[in-house]
Protein backbone atom coordinates (compact mmCIF):
# COMPACT_ATOMS: atom_id res chain seq x y z
CA UNK A 1 0.00 0.00 0.00
CA UNK A 2 0.92 3.28 -0.20
CA UNK A 3 2.22 5.12 2.94
CA UNK A 4 3.73 8.81 4.52
CA UNK A 5 5.62 8.65 7.42
CA UNK A 6 6.69 11.81 9.43
CA UNK A 7 6.80 12.45 13.34
CA UNK A 8 4.06 13.28 14.97
CA UNK A 9 5.79 16.30 17.20
CA UNK A 10 8.76 18.26 17.13
CA UNK A 11 10.05 21.16 19.61
CA UNK A 12 13.01 23.36 18.46
CA UNK A 13 14.16 27.02 20.07
CA UNK A 14 13.65 30.58 18.55
CA UNK A 15 16.92 30.74 16.07
CA UNK A 16 17.95 27.06 16.15
CA UNK A 17 17.61 24.71 12.90
CA UNK A 18 15.11 21.79 13.01
CA UNK A 19 15.13 18.73 11.10
CA UNK A 20 11.22 16.70 9.81
CA UNK A 21 12.03 13.68 8.49
CA UNK A 22 9.51 12.49 5.67
CA UNK A 23 9.45 8.48 4.20
CA UNK A 24 7.25 7.25 1.88
CA UNK A 25 6.08 4.12 -0.37
CA UNK A 26 3.62 4.60 -3.24
CA UNK A 27 3.13 3.31 -6.75
CA UNK A 28 4.97 5.44 -8.99
CA UNK A 29 6.67 8.58 -7.69
CA UNK A 30 6.11 11.84 -9.26
CA UNK A 31 7.69 14.14 -6.85
CA UNK A 32 7.51 14.75 -3.09
CA UNK A 33 5.94 17.94 -1.57
CA UNK A 34 6.02 20.01 1.60
CA UNK A 35 2.73 22.17 2.98
CA UNK A 36 2.78 24.16 5.99
CA UNK A 37 -0.32 24.61 7.36
CA UNK A 38 -1.35 26.84 10.62
CA UNK A 39 -3.75 26.03 13.03
CA UNK A 40 -7.01 26.76 11.39
CA UNK A 41 -5.63 27.31 7.70
CA UNK A 42 -5.20 25.95 4.37
CA UNK A 43 -1.80 24.34 3.85
CA UNK A 44 0.74 26.53 1.90
CA UNK A 45 3.13 25.31 -0.53
CA UNK A 46 6.93 24.99 0.53
CA UNK A 47 8.70 22.96 -1.99
CA UNK A 48 8.62 20.25 -4.60
CA UNK A 49 11.58 18.23 -5.33
CA UNK A 50 11.37 14.98 -7.87
CA UNK A 51 15.33 14.87 -8.23
CA UNK A 52 17.87 13.81 -5.89
CA UNK A 53 19.95 16.21 -3.75
CA UNK A 54 18.88 19.58 -1.86
CA UNK A 55 17.00 22.60 -2.80
CA UNK A 56 16.92 26.00 -0.98
CA UNK A 57 14.36 28.36 -0.70
CA UNK A 58 15.59 31.43 1.72
CA UNK A 59 15.68 29.70 5.53
CA UNK A 60 13.78 26.52 4.05
CA UNK A 61 15.35 23.61 2.39
CA UNK A 62 14.11 20.51 1.41
CA UNK A 63 16.38 17.46 0.33
CA UNK A 64 15.20 14.27 -1.22
CA UNK A 65 16.46 10.65 -1.84
CA UNK A 66 14.20 8.57 -4.25
CA UNK A 67 16.11 5.34 -4.00
CA UNK A 68 15.69 5.39 0.23
CA UNK A 69 12.27 7.24 -0.22
CA UNK A 70 13.08 9.57 2.24
CA UNK A 71 12.79 13.69 2.51
CA UNK A 72 13.63 16.31 5.08
CA UNK A 73 12.97 19.70 5.13
CA UNK A 74 15.42 21.81 7.10
CA UNK A 75 14.40 25.01 8.42
CA UNK A 76 17.12 27.47 9.69
CA UNK A 77 17.02 30.09 11.93
CA UNK A 78 13.47 29.57 13.36
CA UNK A 79 10.89 32.31 14.50
CA UNK A 80 8.03 31.94 16.80
CA UNK A 81 5.70 31.95 13.32
CA UNK A 82 7.44 28.91 12.27
CA UNK A 83 5.24 27.24 14.59
CA UNK A 84 2.60 24.97 12.52
CA UNK A 85 2.18 21.89 10.95
CA UNK A 86 4.21 20.67 8.65
CA UNK A 87 2.72 18.39 5.56
CA UNK A 88 4.79 16.03 3.30
CA UNK A 89 3.09 14.72 0.36
CA UNK A 90 4.30 12.02 -1.92
CA UNK A 91 2.65 12.30 -5.63
CA UNK A 92 1.99 8.84 -7.07
CA UNK A 93 2.44 7.09 -10.97
CA UNK A 94 -1.47 9.04 -10.79
CA UNK A 95 -0.44 12.53 -10.31
CA UNK A 96 -2.28 11.96 -7.10
CA UNK A 97 -1.19 13.44 -3.82
CA UNK A 98 -0.42 10.72 -0.98
CA UNK A 99 -0.56 12.61 2.36
CA UNK A 100 1.49 12.27 5.80
CA UNK A 101 -0.57 13.29 8.59
CA UNK A 102 1.19 16.24 9.28
CA UNK A 103 4.43 17.11 11.96
CA UNK A 104 3.61 19.30 14.55
CA UNK A 105 6.63 21.92 15.05
CA UNK A 106 6.49 24.01 18.10
CA UNK A 107 8.66 26.63 18.61
CA UNK A 108 9.72 28.25 21.81
CA UNK A 109 11.27 31.27 22.79
CA UNK B 1 1.12 33.46 -7.75
CA UNK B 2 -2.34 31.31 -8.79
CA UNK B 3 -5.02 32.13 -5.99
CA UNK B 4 -8.22 29.75 -5.02
CA UNK B 5 -10.87 31.08 -3.25
CA UNK B 6 -13.71 29.36 -1.34
CA UNK B 7 -16.99 30.35 0.32
CA UNK B 8 -18.07 31.12 2.72
CA UNK B 9 -15.06 30.25 5.25
CA UNK B 10 -17.13 29.58 8.21
CA UNK B 11 -20.64 28.12 8.08
CA UNK B 12 -23.12 26.96 10.84
CA UNK B 13 -26.32 25.07 9.48
CA UNK B 14 -28.62 22.86 11.22
CA UNK B 15 -29.27 19.09 11.38
CA UNK B 16 -30.86 17.96 7.75
CA UNK B 17 -30.25 20.82 5.97
CA UNK B 18 -27.92 21.36 2.92
CA UNK B 19 -25.10 23.40 2.66
CA UNK B 20 -22.84 24.61 -0.61
CA UNK B 21 -19.44 25.31 -0.80
CA UNK B 22 -17.93 27.09 -3.56
CA UNK B 23 -14.54 26.69 -4.79
CA UNK B 24 -13.00 29.74 -7.35
CA UNK B 25 -9.88 29.71 -9.02
CA UNK B 26 -9.20 33.61 -9.40
CA UNK B 27 -6.44 33.85 -11.99
CA UNK B 28 -5.93 30.64 -13.70
CA UNK B 29 -8.05 28.05 -15.22
CA UNK B 30 -8.72 24.60 -13.20
CA UNK B 31 -8.91 21.71 -15.37
CA UNK B 32 -8.51 19.83 -12.25
CA UNK B 33 -10.00 20.66 -8.45
CA UNK B 34 -9.79 18.16 -5.61
CA UNK B 35 -11.54 18.48 -2.16
CA UNK B 36 -10.28 17.29 0.92
CA UNK B 37 -11.78 16.94 4.75
CA UNK B 38 -9.85 17.42 7.78
CA UNK B 39 -9.94 16.46 11.34
CA UNK B 40 -8.73 17.87 14.26
CA UNK B 41 -5.04 16.91 14.73
CA UNK B 42 -5.01 14.53 11.00
CA UNK B 43 -4.02 15.05 7.81
CA UNK B 44 -5.61 16.11 4.53
CA UNK B 45 -8.54 12.97 3.32
CA UNK B 46 -9.50 13.69 -0.57
CA UNK B 47 -13.15 12.61 -0.74
CA UNK B 48 -13.10 13.57 -4.71
CA UNK B 49 -11.15 14.89 -7.93
CA UNK B 50 -13.11 17.17 -10.13
CA UNK B 51 -12.52 17.60 -14.19
CA UNK B 52 -14.34 20.35 -15.80
CA UNK B 53 -17.12 19.30 -17.72
CA UNK B 54 -17.27 15.74 -16.44
CA UNK B 55 -18.40 13.68 -13.09
CA UNK B 56 -16.15 13.89 -10.21
CA UNK B 57 -14.43 10.60 -9.22
CA UNK B 58 -14.84 10.12 -5.65
CA UNK B 59 -12.61 8.11 -3.29
CA UNK B 60 -13.89 5.03 -1.96
CA UNK B 61 -15.83 5.55 1.51
CA UNK B 62 -17.28 8.90 0.19
CA UNK B 63 -20.94 8.81 -0.44
CA UNK B 64 -21.30 10.74 -4.01
CA UNK B 65 -25.32 11.14 -3.32
CA UNK B 66 -24.18 12.76 0.09
CA UNK B 67 -21.33 15.07 -1.22
CA UNK B 68 -22.27 16.96 -4.34
CA UNK B 69 -19.70 17.95 -6.56
CA UNK B 70 -20.24 20.07 -9.73
CA UNK B 71 -17.32 21.32 -11.45
CA UNK B 72 -19.40 23.06 -14.11
CA UNK B 73 -16.33 25.76 -15.34
CA UNK B 74 -12.95 26.16 -15.60
CA UNK B 75 -12.47 28.63 -12.33
CA UNK B 76 -15.28 27.25 -9.81
CA UNK B 77 -16.40 23.96 -8.29
CA UNK B 78 -19.16 23.64 -5.90
CA UNK B 79 -19.26 21.12 -3.09
CA UNK B 80 -23.00 20.22 -1.79
CA UNK B 81 -23.15 18.75 1.66
CA UNK B 82 -26.40 17.24 1.46
CA UNK B 83 -28.62 16.61 4.58
CA UNK B 84 -26.08 17.59 7.06
CA UNK B 85 -25.32 15.68 9.96
CA UNK B 86 -23.16 16.76 13.26
CA UNK B 87 -20.85 14.12 12.11
CA UNK B 88 -20.19 16.05 8.92
CA UNK B 89 -18.81 19.08 10.81
CA UNK B 90 -15.32 19.80 9.23
CA UNK B 91 -13.09 21.63 7.70
CA UNK B 92 -13.29 21.31 4.16
CA UNK B 93 -10.52 22.53 1.48
CA UNK B 94 -10.43 22.22 -1.88
CA UNK B 95 -7.55 22.83 -3.91
CA UNK B 96 -7.21 23.61 -8.07
CA UNK B 97 -4.32 22.32 -10.46
CA UNK B 98 -3.65 23.51 -13.41
CA UNK B 99 -1.88 22.05 -17.32
CA UNK B 100 1.85 23.33 -17.58
CA UNK B 101 4.83 24.06 -15.37
CA UNK B 102 7.24 21.68 -13.99
CA UNK B 103 4.95 19.58 -12.26
CA UNK B 104 1.53 19.25 -11.10
CA UNK B 105 1.23 21.52 -8.17
CA UNK B 106 -1.88 22.06 -6.31
CA UNK B 107 -2.88 25.50 -5.14
CA UNK B 108 -5.22 25.60 -1.81
CA UNK B 109 -8.05 27.51 -1.10
CA UNK B 110 -8.26 29.05 2.42
CA UNK B 111 -10.91 26.06 3.76
CA UNK B 112 -14.59 26.33 5.07
CA UNK B 113 -15.85 25.28 8.50
CA UNK B 114 -18.66 23.73 8.53
CA UNK B 115 -20.45 22.85 11.98
CA UNK B 116 -23.55 21.01 11.79
CA UNK B 117 -25.52 21.70 14.90
Known amino acids: GQNIDQPTEMTATEGAIVQINCTYQ??????LFWYQQHAGEAPTFLSY??LDGLEEKGRFSSFLSRSKGYSYLLLKELQMKDSASYLC??????????WGAGTKLIIKP | GAVVSQHPSRVICKSGTSVKIECRSL??????MFWYRQFPKKSLMLMATSNEGSKATYEQGVEKDKFLINHASLTLSTLTVTSAHPEDSSFYIC?????????????FGPGTRLTVL
Open chain 2, 95 to 107: SASAPGGSYNEQF
Open chain 1, 49 to 50: NV
Open chain 1, 26 to 31: TSGFNG
Open chain 1, 89 to 98: AAMDSNYQLI
Open chain 2, 27 to 32: DFQATT
